[in-house]
């Protein structure tokens, strides 16, 4: 019966290990069930029409041609939803977006009218059927020009309105202006700075594109009055609250089931016209209807992010202690304001800019607007502008290293905050829990034999004759995440908590479930080991479920790098909550006090003696069939977990490119990629979420980039043009980490998934730039496709 | 629109059914045959994972019509394994970690079959561009090229034991 304790351990296959996911069997089969995999009897197809130009008056609708096409059981315009009051919704940022184009069109691709016809094929039809005339107006692409005094005003149902969801609208395209930081003081620390540098640089738009598109299939049910939704969101219970106030349906007869997903990456975290026009069509038709994106639609009109035009100022010592940090940049949001932050937060976490560096003055500005693009400005795998944020700093401390002629690595360890001032108040008001940045860079810098690298950097500089320029990046990211504490993190009102419930049957398995949703993390996976250790149960025989709003406990989802902070913690406590009543009931078994208990692997023994033991599967037995008088029978608990703080994950990333002075080509030669997330859950899964991560970042650094012309028409929105990197771009990675935890987390986990992206991006472009640091260049704008990068090379005179 | 009748093998069993003409091939795998292993990620030919085995080829079933099948052998995802053992390239995938959020994964696990069929004993650059026409979002390609290098190793010592045998 006293299997060694290293066995038992095992047994469990708990926290710490690199346990086989649990969710591949079905995924390897073909046997997933993704949203398109969905097919209810009767159920009808939804497609929509679309506007080809980015701004117009609408003069007609005909409809009659369309209706005509055997199959086509309708076709739906902004007229036909105003009587349900259900033209216009309500955005996570507290403005309002067409559901359909209501008179007037705002951004290409915008949805005009939806057809629903018995499948697919024929509803592509009706939209080619459907004949929409328009009265074209100027488009406005250029935030700086939305903002000049004679533009043409975009939003007419804003007109007159000087009050936004974020304060004071000063012109007529702009959304808002949040500013954070201490204005005077970064101005003081300026006219006394012995240094300063500044730089603008544009953080182009870009799109997540996660492989599966969005989608949903929506029934009515008239007879029960109940809403069922199928639908790829990265927030299933949002949705059900936000479905539930706009249709007036009780929250209790709206069920929403979040399959599985092919992908997230904050594109599946808003609420988009075509799910709201799917459950429209079904609550008129009686039937289910089920609409699926393509790919153009998706790139075109479902979640943009980023399109941030920034100019970040420093000023300095002359040995380069930064003594303040100015920031201030326009904000492309396209038509309607559909970002999906925190709602109080319009520009997100992007307050977390002053990085890893002890900063004492500090100030930024956001002015969000308006122009004739999709709505969006999502938190593309990353936690709400962090990306930016880091961005704007990790360049900004290398502009400065090169004005001093100071080392990247140097100027970094001279400005990190120290380990002993953590936990550190930066001058933004954040409070950052833990962190040791000086070891993690002293371990890249060991790894990667750093001073070897730029004696060879110099080297290749020296020699006229060398193919190619080599460049060398590195960044040290701070991230925060986990939003996050309710009294000031809500969405629409409802705090960013995230819970979990946890029932042990009377054999000793398990069935958890919980607010979040995994699309690739591997929640079944890793959850179940985090109650496996807490528990001492086998992972193997507890059950993981999210999704689905019937079942599960409330909880704001998975973005934002929130799942371990926030419902790993909830997780963990109510784990703690079983733990502590299966205590009682040992005490009450073995016939002893509480106190002369303790606890091992998966049991309660006699203190010292290892032959009076209950394990938690006698416990569970127990639990049901002999509880202790007075005892409640049964072992299950509730936990919604209201962070007291956020997390702060770091790393330490380090690139070395060849640039092909011919062409322009940026060879990656070695990514080394160190992460501290704390507490590690499921080393396997980390350096899954790590690989996938930079190569998202490789991606957006390297090439993409939606563009646009003069008329409003987007460039690029197919997999010909956007670049979403193959086998054979795509660099090879190298892990390290270092473990700092979270003192505030249960688990002292403070999440991974998003660091990669986040922190990964600034390193190309340092690495990119750092190749033409000795031609006096400070920055260049991304995407460092061999184009562009060719571009500079010409500029340098480095090719002719 | 008329329909027209198609007949082929899907995974060792043959069917016959009526299809309209402009039915594509995995509609019609979808759809009709309750497929739904591969996917559909883009409709353009780019991103594979909509990918089959057409007669030997790796087929993206986005851009091939139902009725140029007429005939034809076709293997999906679904029909890998053989009798509930799972296909090398499959339990590979679970192995080496090469999946995250498993939509790309059906055409990828196609299209290792059939690479590993033409080129048993790839190196690393082998493998990034044998499987260059799957796009995967998720994993970073890392894992995956561990996947299809492990699998090459069991196929090949399988392909021994059955000589041997
Ligand atoms: S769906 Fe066929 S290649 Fe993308
Ligand atoms: S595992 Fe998600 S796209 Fe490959």
Redo the contacts between chains.
């Keep these: 019966m006293n299997a060694p304790l290293k066995d038992r351990q095992a047994a469990l296959q708990g926290m710490g290990e690199s346990r ?2 649990k ?10 069930n ?1 949203v ?2 969905i ?1 209810m009897p009767g159920m009808l197809f939804m497609d929509i029409v679309r506007a080809p130009v980015a701004h117009a008056r609408i003069k007609k609708i005909n409809k009659e041609a369309a209706l005509a096409i055997p199959g086509v059981h309708a076709v739906l315009t902004a007229d036909d939803l105003k009587p349900l009051k259900l033209h216009w919704m309500p955005t996570l940022a507290g403005d309002v977006q067409a559901v359909l184009a209501d008179e007037k069109v705002h951004f290409q691709m915008q949805e005009v009218a939806i057809v629903i016809a018995d499948d ?2 024929i509803a592509a039809d009706a939209v080619e059927a459907v004949v929409v005339e328009y009265d074209e107006l100027p488009a406005v692409i250029d935030p700086f020009k939305a903002l000049e005094q004679d533009a043409p005003i975009l939003r007419e149902d804003l007109a007159g309105k000087t009050e936004g969801a974020h304060g004071k609208r000063y012109h007529h395209n702009h959304i808002f202006t949040w500013d954070s930081g201490d204005k005077e003081k970064a101005d003081a620390a300026f006219s006394a700075a012995q240094v300063t540098v500044e730089q603008k640089m544009f953080y182009q738009r870009v799109h997540p ?5 969005c989608g949903c299939v929506a029934s009515f049910d008239p007879i029960r009055g109940e809403l069922t939704t199928y639908i790829t969101s990265q927030a299933p219970h949002v949705v059900r609250t936000v479905v539930s106030m706009l249709s007036g349906i009780p929250e209790s007869k709206v069920r929403i089931i979040s399959p ?4 997230g ?1 904050g594109n599946k975290v808003g609420i988009y016209p075509g799910y709201v026009c799917a459950i429209v069509a079904s609550i008129v038709l009686g039937r289910p209807v089920k609409w ?1 994106e ?2 153009i639609e998706n790139l075109s009109s479902t979640a943009f992010a980023r399109d941030y035009h920034m100019t970040g100022e420093l000023a300095a010592t002359n040995e380069g202690k930064i003594t303040g940090l100015r920031v201030n940049v326009i904000a492309d949001h396209g038509a309607f304001d559909s970002c999906a932050d925190p709602t109080k937060f319009p520009a997100g976490m992007f307050h977390i800019v002053s990085g890893s560096y002890d900063i004492p003055a500090a100030y930024c500005r956001v002015d969000g607007v308006y122009t004739n693009k999709a709505p969006g400005g999502v938190a593309y795998r990353c936690s709400f502008r962090v990306t930016e944020a880091v961005y704007l700093i990790e360049r900004m401390v290398d502009v400065l290293a090169q004005k001093l002629n100071i080392d990247k690595a140097e100027i970094r360890r001279k400005n990190f905050i120290r380990k002993e001032q953590f936990p550190y108040t930066s001058a933004f008001g954040f409070e950052y829990d833990s962190g040791d940045y000086h070891t993690a860079l002293d371990k890249v810098l060991n790894a990667v034999d750093y001073k070897g690298l730029r004696k060879e950097q110099a080297a290749t500089r020296a020699n006229p004759n060398s193919p190619t320029l080599m460049g060398i990046g590195l960044v040290s990211f701070t991230e925060v995440v986990g939003a996050g504490p309710s009294k000031i993190c809500d969405i629409l009102g409802v705090g960013m908590f995230d819970s979990c419930e946890i029932r042990v049957h009377p054999t000793g398995s398990a069935i958890a479930r919980m607010g979040t949703i995994t ?4 929640h079944q996976t890793t959850y179940a080991q985090i109650i496996a250790t807490e528990l001492g149960l086998p992972s193997e025989v507890i059950q993981v479920e999210e999704g689905d709003t019937s079942t599960a406990p409330y909880g704001l989802g998975t973005y934002g790098s929130r799942s371990t902070p926030v419902a790993g913690a909830a997780i963990a406590l109510a784990s703690r909550k079983i733990h502590a009543k299966a205590k009682k009931i040992a005490a009450h078994l073995l016939e002893v006090s509480e106190n002369d208990l303790e606890w091992e692997i998966d049991r309660f023994k006699l203190k010292g003696d290892d032959s009076k033991f209950k394990t938690m599967k006698d416990i569970a037995w127990a639990a049901y069939h002999q509880p202790p008088a007075g005892m409640e029978p049964g072992l299950e608990a509730v936990h919604y977990y209201d962070p007291p703080n956020f997390t702060y994950p770091f790393g330490i990333y380090l690139c070395v490119v060849d640039i092909d002075k011919a062409t322009g080509e940026t060879k990656v030669r070695r990514f080394y990629a160190l992460d501290d997330c704390g507490t590690r859950i499921n080393p ?2 980390i ?3 790590i ?6 970042g490789y991606a957006v650094a390297m090439g993409q980039q939606l563009t646009f012309d003069a008329q409003g028409n987007i460039q690029g929105n ?3 043009d956007y670049f ?1 990197p ?3 771009e ?1 660099p ?2 190298e892990t390290d980490f270092t473990v700092t935890p979270s003192p505030h987390h249960p688990l002292g986990a403070k999440g991974v998934a998003e660091s990669p992206h986040v922190g990964s991006i600034p390193t190309f472009t340092s690495a990119v730039v750092d190749a033409f640091a000795h031609l006096g260049v400070t920055h260049m704008n991304m995407p460092h496709n061999a184009y562009r990068v060719w571009q500079q090379l010409q500029a340098s005179g480095v090719t002719s | 629109m008329s329909k027209q009748i198609v007949t082929m093998t899907i995974n060792g069993k043959k069917v016959e059914k009526a299809v ?1 003409p ?2 594509l091939l995995i ?1 019609f795998l ?2 009709e045959m ?11 030919s ?2 594979g ?1 909509c990918t089959v085995d057409v007669d030997g080829k790796s087929i993206k079933s986005c851009t091939h019509l139902a009725v140029q099948c007429d005939g034809s052998e076709v293997l ?3 029909g ?2 053989d009798k509930g053992v ?1 296909h090398a390239v ?1 339990e590979a ?3 080496e ?1 090469g ?8 055409g990828m ?1 196609v299209r290792a079959y059939r690479f590993l069929q033409d080129t048993p004993d790839p190196t690393e650059e082998q ?3 044998g ?15 561990k996947a299809v290098q492990s699998a090459a190793k069991k196929l090949k010592a399988q392909t021994k034991e059955s000589v041997a045998a």
């Design positions: 086989l996911r969710e591949d069997a079905r995924f390897i089969q073909g046997k997933g993704y398109d995999d097919k697919r094929y594109c996660p492989l599966e598109t599985d997903i092919g992908g990456f699926i393509d790919r699309q690739g993390q591997g396997m899964i350096d899954g979420q690989h996938g991560g930079l190569t998202e197919t997999l010909m979403l193959t086998a054979v795509t090879k990675w | 309209e402009r039915t509609h979808r759809e309750v497929l739904t292993g591969a996917h559909i990620g883009c409709e353009t780019h991103c994972a999906t995802v679904e890998l394994a799972l499959q995938f679970y192995q970690h999946l995250q959020c498993g939509f790309c994964t059906p696990l493998i990034r561009m499987m260059a026409g799957n796009l995967c979002r998720c994993t970073g390609y890392q894992n995956i090229v």
